[in-house]
Nanobody, 122 residues
Framework: VQLVASGGGLVQAGGSLRLSCAAS????????IGWFRQAPGKEHEFVAA????????YYADSVKGRFTVSRDSAKNTVYLQMNAMKPEDTAVYYC????????????????WGQGTQVTVSS
């Protein structure tokens, strides 16, 4: 399994960014792709996730209503659309995949992308 995250950058508060996670190497559709973030000095934090098979979505309370996770099956890509961004959204964002366990738990995810930096200026 290979995950490649991209799309990070610098944005002003209130602005938007879209992250992409290109996925390859899966042999079934029975998996979840999650987005996590890690701010300096903090642990990984669950952001959002989507089940590949039926498109069910999950969000952290801190991003609900501002972020949207979606997938494009033809491109094998998951997106994280981030709107109304806040300085506290600044972090390195990672996509990862799991086939079992709690969708919101870091320990459930076995394969991780390389991370992409998102910086929100005030």
């Amino acid at each position: 399994v290979q995950l490649v995250a991209s799309g990070g950058g610098l944005v002003q508060a209130g602005g938007s960014l879209r992250l992409s996670c290109a996925a390859s190497g899966f042999t079934t559709d029975d998996y979840v792709i999650g987005w996590f973030r890690q701010a300096p000095g903090k642990e990984h934090e669950f952001v959002a996730a989507i089940t590949w098979s039926d498109g069910s979505t999950y969000y952290a309370d801190s991003v609900k209503g501002r972020f949207t996770v979606s997938r494009d099956s033809a491109k094998n890509t998951v997106y994280l659309q981030m709107n109304a961004m806040k300085p506290e959204d600044t972090a390195v964002y990672y996509c990862a995949t799991t086939a079992s366990g709690s969708i919101r738990a870091v320990r459930s995810y076995a394969d991780w992308g390389q991370g992409t930096q998102v910086t929100v200026s005030s």
